[in-house]
């Protein structure tokens, strides 16, 4: 018994400290939480964020409009400018969090904050962010977590910040964004306005298994690379001449064998650059040089379009 009263009296510790500085993002299914960063300012994910304004709730039981300071999409991070009164930001933990790291996640997903108790299990984890992008070094840990908890902290025994809930693999498992430097430098130009700017082609794509089964079906050879399967109109790839059936065989020079190929190229060109890709359109390939007159929120998705 002795274990379970050391193990309940840490979880209340926890909770009363991360408490007031873990609100409700948004309502209904589509809400999430957040986390108390500044005088003003809340960090949340960017999909708990529909439209430039949502409601974040306290747990004091008061409700306040916010509207975007920053965010970054394909990141999976936004913050928030609303007016958190009293409620006093986290500390960030100055100790990564290793495999074996017993942590606490909050989360405010029910109204009242709901704190629970995990290990980390894993480390440099990935998973796919709301637009396809891969997310890479993510903390796998196994403290249970509801529906609406992403975007809530993943703290330390002191409740300082280890990190932010993320995504959750199923079978009691669960990703957050680890609270490293990287990450603090990533949210300190959010709350400077700062949005992520990366270069978008408009293209939906297919996974490459889906496009050699496609060509295939036509009588096409196969060839290693991604099928473009829908171009949005007036994008960039649009602009370039590139249309539904294309085979992206090459970016700037680097053999595409999956989606995130395109990805790595395009994180390699300059705001308002170009990028050469090499298509294949039935038979016959070709080149086309891909102009970017500064637009943002690149995200081409297997399966659905670049917004």
Known sequence: MAVLDELSRAIGEVAHRVTPS????????RG???????????????????????????????SAQ???????????????SVDTTDAQPLEWSAVAAEVGTPVFAAAASSGATRVTLGFVSGVARAFRGP???????SLEHTAPLAPGSSGGPLVDG??????????????????????????????????????????????????????????????????EGVLVRDVEAGSPAADAGMVEGDLIVDA???PIREADDIYDALGEVTHGGSLTLRIVRGIEERKVDVRFGGSTDDGSEEGGPVH
């Not at 873990?22 to 299914?29: A, D, F, I, P, Q």
């Not at 130009?189 to 089964?213: D, I, M, T, Y």
């Open 158 to 223: 002191e409740g300082r910040l280890l990190g932010v809930n993320t995504n959750r693999l199923g079978s009691g498992f669960y990703l957050a964004l680890p609270a490293d430097d990287t990450l603090r430098q990533r949210v300190a130009a959010l709350q400077r306005g700062e949005s992520a700017e990366r270069p978008r082609l408009g293209v939906g794509l297919a996974p490459s298994w889906l496009g050699r089964r496609m060509r295939r079906s036509v009588g096409l050879p196969e060839r």
């Open 66 to 80: 916010a509207s975007i300071i920053g965010i970054d999409v394909d990141g999976d991070l936004c913050v928030l």
């Open 131 to 137: 637009r396809g992008r891969r997310i890479s070094g």
């Open 22 to 29: 873990v609100v409700r993002v948004g309502g209904g299914w």
């Open 32 to 62: 999430g939480s957040g986390i108390v960063i500044g005088p003003g300012a809340v960090l949340t994910n960017a999909h708990n964020v529909r439209g430039d304004e949502v409601v974040v709730g306290f747990a004091d039981g008061r």
């Open 252 to 254: 700037g020079g680097r």
